[in-house]
């Protein structure tokens, strides 16, 4: 009798921020490309169905995009481009109003695909697009792990709760983690995620975790203009030295307690404690 082996699922990160303007996208490239400097195999997943820019990013050209998958007019592995260090690339539309809000069928097309990913690689990273849309919450509910991106402007603060607050509500028992960004050191870090994880106690009964932050570094804007990661651009500069280090972090984490892996009802594992991260020093 010959046993069956078993699925292999890669873990989903989703990264998230309420508002715009916070460097989201930037810590999710930077942060898959660390992964991939890793050894783990990646997909980057852009789900800012209406206005894509990871491609843009990255200095990349892809003829075909994610709404093509939506549509039913191409498969996912037809729209798929290699990123650096390999990590795959799926882009999004821009400037396509019909997908800023996705109907059944079309859902149902991105979870099917997005579970049939996740079984070739490690990490499967998708980055929302901001604020608390039906798609952006839809979209965080297939992650295992949400990473909230913030930084210390207080509006930033203010919306990243609210995202938590509506996440919570969607999915009581996804794990979201704050990331900050843009600031001097983790003193800095830690205020901005104290706030957030003091109200989230207060208010929504729940504890966040702290991944850690990004550190305000010149050299990120730069490498933005050159359109590729600061990671591949200036790896030794502070802000690089922090995506090591989240994504060293972000890679040995365990699963998260009592959620089922999931990105549909075909593809579950049982899940075990997840290993506690310390603070960003």
């Known amino acids: 009798m010959t046993t069956a082996l078993p699925i292999t699922l890669g873990t989903v990160l989703a990264t998230a921020s309420g508002k715009g303007g916070v460097g ?9 490309v660390s992964l991939a400097q890793l050894h783990r195999s990646v997909a980057l997943v852009d789900a800012d169905f209406g206005l894509g820019n990871v491609d843009v990013l990255l200095g990349l050209a892809p003829e075909h995009h994610l709404g093509h998958v939506l549509t039913g007019e191409k498969a996912l592995n037809e729209i798929i481009v290699e990123g650096p260090h390999g990590v795959q690339l799926v882009p ?22 997005l579970a049939r990913l996740r079984r070739s690689v490690d990490f499967l990273m998708i980055d929302t697009a901001a604020g608390i849309s039906d798609n952006v ?6 992650a295992d792990r949400v990473l909230l991106v913030t930084n210390l402007d207080p509006a ?28 001097r050191d983790a003193q800095e870090a830690g205020l901005a995620f104290r706030q957030l994880d003091v109200a989230a106690a ?48 972000i890679a040995g984490l365990g699963p998260v307690p009592g959620r089922s892996r999931r990105l549909s009802t075909s593809t579950t594992v049982t899940t075990e404690n997840a290993v506690e991260v310390p603070r960003c020093a």
Do not use: W
Not at 137 to 142: A, E, N, R, S, Y
Not at 209 to 236: F, M, N, S, W
């Open 24 to 32: 989201k996208t930037n810590v999710a490239v930077n942060l898959a």
């Open 92 to 113: 999004a539309a821009s400037g396509v109003r019909e997908l800023t809000a996705l109907e059944p069928l079309q859902r149902d097309r991105l979870v099917t695909s």
């Open 137 to 142: 919450i839809d979209t965080l509910t297939m």
């Open 156 to 183: 930033a603060i203010v919306d990243a709760y609210a995202t938590a607050k509506v996440m919570t509500a969607a999915s009581p028992k996804a794990e979201i983690g704050i990331i900050v960004n843009g600031v």
């Open 202 to 249: 207060k208010f929504l009964h729940r504890s966040l975790k702290y991944y850690g932050y990004v550190a305000d570094d010149p050299l990120v804007r730069q490498a933005t203009l050159a359109q590729r990661p600061v990671v591949a651009h200036a790896p030794q500069c502070a802000a690089s030295r922090c995506f090591r280090i989240l994504a060293a972090r």
